[in-house]
């Protein structure tokens, strides 16, 4: 799956992906990260991407020409059009089901605003979805950008070794990872729940389910209303 970030900031995204996981998924080529630079395309001599917001107000704001001609850069390189992702706070919400939808495509352009964000124009252009990581406002899209690449790259065949799976963890069913424990069996007299010694795999599962169960009323009651609307 390839990934094009377009950014006033490549080495930000570049650097926050390049380590464990996602790096060695990237060594082999299951995973590429093309970070581009919009400041590589304006027009203007001193290279400005940003100016004063028509009818006043705070802050700048991205202008259209640089952003609508990095994207025709990287729409030719692929030869199609691309879904083009608009980070933002007034996005769509972005979760796991999300996250598994996108992971099906082969290719993604997430487009990073910065300031008081881009000129609507280039947004009406070129901008497919409009996704948001949370309630609250940060300074630019590229952390929204890592963290929507590290979600989607982890749930793309071959990313996660035989040492992780995707499949029993938070989320995947409305609910929340159970506890894990590893060794020593008595860590200063905190035991492993015997029923993970038994050997029982049924009973283990049943177990787990049931923590998942308890853990998910006590932090996120919510998901579990969705279990009970969806069945
Ligand atoms: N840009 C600034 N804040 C953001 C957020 N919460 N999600 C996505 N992009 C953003």
Not at 92 to 99: E, G, L, S, T
Not at 171 to 178: A, K, Q, R
Request: glycine share 6%; hydrophobic share 35%; aromatic share 8%.
């Amino acid at each position: 799956m390839k990934f094009h970030v377009m950014t006033l900031f490549p080495e930000v995204i570049d650097q926050s992906l390049n380590y464990s996981i996602l790096k060695r998924a990237r060594e082999n080529g299951i995973i590429e990260i093309d970070a581009v630079n919009i400041r590589d395309y304006t027009e203007n001599k001193h290279l400005r991407v940003d100016d004063y917001p028509y009818g006043g107000g705070a802050g700048m704001v991205m202008q259209a020409q640089p952003v609508v001609d990095c994207y025709r850069s990287i729409r030719e390189k692929a030869g199609k059009d691309l879904r083009v992702i608009y980070l933002t706070p007034w996005g769509k919400v972005f979760n796991q089901q999300m996250a598994r939808e996108l992971a099906k495509e082969e290719e993604l352009v997430l487009l990073c605003g910065h300031y008081e964000g881009i000129d609507e124009r280039a947004l009406d252009m070129i901008a497919t979805d409009f996704v948001s990581i949370g309630d609250y406002v940060l300074t630019g899209g590229e952390m929204p950008a890592v963290i929507m690449i590290d979600c989607i790259s982890r749930l793309v065949d071959n990313v996660l070794g035989n040492e992780s799976s995707s499949e029993d963890e938070s989320f995947s069913d409305n609910l929340l990872e159970y506890p894990q424990y590893t060794r020593p069996y008595d860590f200063e007299g905190h035991k492993v729940p015997d029923i993970l010694m038994s050997g029982d795999h049924a009973k283990v599962a049943a177990y787990r389910k049931q923590c998942s169960i308890e853990r998910t009323k006590k932090f996120r009651p919510d998901l579990l209303e969705k279990v009970k609307i969806e069945k």
